[in-house]
């Protein structure tokens, strides 16, 4: 016999699939935006911060709708800019991000995602968020491995030239072609003033 949690989530699905025909109906409406919209009457705009529509998987999507994964509203997302660094990619901070329970509940298993890592906005989008602080000490760590230089490693760095091309170069001004016309730009505006 069934239960009444059944026969409430039955009738649930059957009115979703009377009003969204496809996955693609469902996800345009749970990440449309108030100013997105022409109707005027609308009470409630969805809003929430998806995957795009190719990098979001209907499991996913049933996932959230059962309360089993959870989803933030767009207009609560903190973006961060994420250097393109192979240390912090998406590849590297996954596994990680999943045995957190905080932020596991906001991404998609790879079960869900057909064996696929999540989206690079969507993840850093949700790191950000949730865990801001540990996003920014990654960055400033990869940061700092990528810009000191070690003594040992001062040897290794840089180029090898010897002091008769150093002279040469350092004898004849150069100016490169983005700061000359970034100049040139700056100057034609105060011209015209």
């Not at 929430?48 to 049933?62: A, H, N, Q, V």
């Not at 393109?84 to 905080?102: H, Q």
């Not at 003594?151 to 170069?169: F, M, P, T, V």
């Amino acid at each position: 016999m069934e239960s009444m949690n059944d026969v409430m989530k039955r009738v649930q699905a059957q009115e979703l699939i009377q009003r969204f025909r496809s996955k693609e109906d469902l996800h345009r409406y749970l990440v449309q935006q108030g100013n997105e919209l022409i109707v005027t009457n609308l009470d409630y705009v969805v809003g929430l911060f998806l995957p795009t529509m190719e990098g979001t998987k209907i499991s996913f999507l049933r996932a959230i709708l059962c309360e089993e994964k959870k989803a933030l509203k767009t207009q609560d997302v903190k973006f961060a800019e994420i250097p393109n660094y192979p240390e912090i990619s998406v590849t590297n901070l996954y596994d990680d991000a999943m045995n957190d329970p905080e932020v596991s509940l906001y991404l998609p298993t790879k079960k869900q995602l057909s064996n696929k890592l999540p989206e690079r906005n969507y993840f850093f989008g949700i790191l950000a968020t949730i865990k801001g602080d540990y996003l920014k000490e990654i960055i400033q760590e990869s940061h700092k491995k990528r810009y000191s230089i070690s003594s040992e490693d001062k040897d290794k760095q840089g180029i090898k030239i010897s002091e008769s091309w150093l002279s040469e170069l350092q004898k004849h001004p150069y100016i490169s072609s983005k700061i000359s016309s970034l100049t040139l730009q700056k100057n034609l505006v105060l011209a015209s003033s």
